[in-house]
C-alpha cells in the first residue's frame, strides 16, 4: 500500500502540532513509521487519505461499537445541529439520555455528563475525596485512567507506598496521594490499606484491563476489592470508560454481578462525539455541586450534539438486545481463528478476551498485570502491526492496546482478518 498522501499531511501536520497528533498514541511511536491520516469510515471499514481501505479494530478507540458512521447517530446530529450547537442552558435532551443511561446500568440513581473520559475520572476522584474526607487512592499499575495528574504515576522505588509522577509537570505533592497496586494482587492492596489506614479514598480500576492489552479479572478478585472497601469505608470507582455499554448493557458491574460507588464512562456512551459521565446513587451524586460541596462544571457539558449521538447510540443498544452476545460470539470466532493459525505456524503466543475485547501477546505466560503484559515481544508486534496494515487490517499502534470489535464486522470480515494474519505469522 502506498501513503503518499499521508505522508504529506503527516510532515504538514508536524510543522504546527506537537508531534503532527492530538494524542500521543496515533503518532505510530510504538510500531514506528509515521500515521495514516484518515479520510472517511462506514461500517466496519476506514478509508485513508491515499484511498486505502482497511477492516478496523481501533474504532476511534472504542466509540464505534456499531460501526462507524452509524445511521441514527448520524441522523440524530444533523438534525441537532439546525436547532443550534449550544446554550449553556439545561436542555431536555440531557434529561432523557440521563434516564436511559440509569435505567441501563445498575447501582445509579443520577448521572453528571462532562466531556471526555479523562474528565470523567478526574472529577469521580474528586467527588470520593469529598465525600470521604480523606485523600489518598489507589490506582492499579497499567489501568489508565485518563492524562489528569492524579492518575500519572507509576510505582514508586523501594520501600515507599506512595507513586512517584511518571510525567515532568505532574507534582510530589500530587503523587504522594496515589498509592500503586498490582492488578489481579489483592495482597498489594491490603497492604496499601494496612500502611494507610483511614487514609484512602477510594480505589479506581478497570473492572477489564484494556490499557494494558485486554487483562481480565481474574475469579473472585472484584469480590475482594468490594470487600475491602466496605472493610475500610472506602468508595470503589469503576472506570467503565472502555466496558461500559460495550460488555454488556450495564458494563462490567452487570457482567461480574459487583456493585461499584461511582462508575466513570467514556466512548461508547458518546457515540462518536467527546463525551464522558460519571454516575452513582444518590447519597454520592447529591454531594456535587450545586447541590453539595464538591465543585465540577462544564461549559460545553451535556452539549446537543453530544448528547444527541450518546442517546441515539445508548437507545440502539438498548433496544437491540442481542447484540451484545453477536459482538461476543463474533469476537469468539475471531479468537478461535486466530488461535488456530498461531498454533498452526508455531507462534508463541497468549490471547485473552472479555466480550468484545480481545488482545494478542507475543508470550506464552498469561497476563494477568502490567509485568506480565510487558513480557509480550515488542520487536514481532512491530512486524505483525505493519504485517497487518498492508493486508489491510487496522488494529491499533500499540502492544498494550485492547482490539475493538464493531458489531459492523461480518463473519466475512472476520475470515479475512484471520486470513490476514496468516499471511503475516507465516513469514515469522
Ligand atoms: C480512554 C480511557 C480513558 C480516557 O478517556 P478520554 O476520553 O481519552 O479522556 C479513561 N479510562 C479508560 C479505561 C479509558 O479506556
Known amino acids: 500500500m502506498l501513503y503518499q498522501r499521508s505522508s504529506a499531511l503527516f510532515a504538514e501536520a508536524e510543522q504546527v502540532i506537537p508531534g503532527g497528533v492530538n494524542s500521543p498514541v ?14 472517511r469510515a462506514k461500517g466496519a471499514y476506514v478509508f485513508d487519505e491515499d484511498g486505502n481501505r482497511f477492516v478496523d479494530y ?12 452509524f445511521e441514527p447517530v448520524i441522523t440524530a446530529i444533523t438534525e441537532r445541529a439546525q436547532l443550534g450547537t449550544s446554550f449553556g442552558m439545561p436542555t431536555a435532551l440531557e434529561t432523557k439520555i440521563a434516564q436511559l443511561a440509569v435505567s441501563m446500568v445498575p447501582n445509579i440513581d443520577k448521572i453528571r455528563f462532562v466531556n471526555s473520559g479523562t474528565e470523567a475520572c478526574m472529577s469521580a476522584i474528586r ?18 485512567h485518563g492524562h489528569s495528574d492524579s492518575f500519572l504515576i507509576q510505582a514508586g522505588s523501594g520501600a515507599s507506598t506512595f507513586g512517584t509522577p511518571n510525567s515532568p509537570g505532574v507534582t510530589q505533592g500530587t503523587a504522594k496521594d496515589t498509592l500503586l497496586a498490582n492488578y489481579n494482587d489483592i495482597e498489594s492492596v491490603q497492604r496499601l490499606f494496612e500502611a494507610n489506614k483511614e487514609e484512602i479514598a477510594a480505589i479506581i480500576i478497570e473492572p477489564v484491563a484494556g490499557n494494558m492489552g485486554c487483562v481480565p479479572p481474574i475469579d473472585g478478585f472484584l469480590n475482594q476489592l468490594r470487600a475491602a472497601c466496605d472493610a475500610n469505608g472506602t468508595l470503589l470507582i469503576f472506570d467503565e470508560v472502555m466496558t461500559g455499554f460495550r460488555l454488556a448493557k450495564g458494563g462490567a458491574q452487570e457482567l461480574y454481578g459487583i456493585k461499584a460507588d461511582i462508575v466513570c464512562f467514556g466512548k461508547v456512551i458518546g457515540g462518536g462525539l467527546p463525551v464522558g459521565a460519571f454516575a452513582a446513587r ?29 442517546l441515539a447510540m445508548l437507545e440502539a443498544l438498548n433496544n437491540d438486545t442481542a447484540v451484545f452476545d453477536r459482538l461476543n460470539e463474533k469476537t469468539a470466532y475471531l479468537e478461535n481463528g486466530i488461535r488456530e493459525v498461531l498454533e498452526a505456524n508455531n507462534i508463541v503466543y497468549t490471547i485473552n478476551r472479555v466480550g468484545s475485547m480481545i488482545s494478542v501477546h507475543f508470550d506464552s505466560s498469561p497476563v494477568v498485570d502490567f509485568q506480565t503484559a510487558k513480557n509480550g515481544d515488542n520487536d514481532i508486534f512491530k512486524t505483525f502491526f505493519h504485517g497487518l496494515l498492508r493486508e489491510g487490517v487496522y ?31 507465516k513469514h515469522f
Request: aromatic share 12%; proline share 6%.
Open 26 to 39: 496515533r503518532a505510530f511511536k510504538g510500531v514506528g513509521g509515521t500515521p495514516i491520516f484518515a479520510k
Open 58 to 69: 481501533i474504532n476511534s478507540w472504542g466509540p464505534m461499537v456499531l460501526g462507524h458512521a
Open 127 to 144: 467527588l470520593a475525596r469529598g465525600y470521604t474526607k480523606r485523600d489518598k487512592i489507589i490506582k492499579f499499575a497499567g489501568c489508565y
Open 282 to 310: 444518590n447519597e454520592i451524586m447529591n454531594y456535587l455541586a450545586p447541590l453539595g460541596p464538591v465543585y465540577q462544571a462544564g461549559t460545553l457539558s451535556g452539549n446537543p450534539l453530544a448528547m444527541a449521538a450518546g
Open 395 to 425: 488494529i491499533a499502534p500499540s502492544a498494550y492496546e485492547t482490539w475493538f470489535i464493531t458489531d459492523a464486522l461480518t463473519y466475512e470480515d472476520l475470515d479475512f482478518t484471520i486470513a490476514a494474519v496468516n499471511n503475516v505469522v
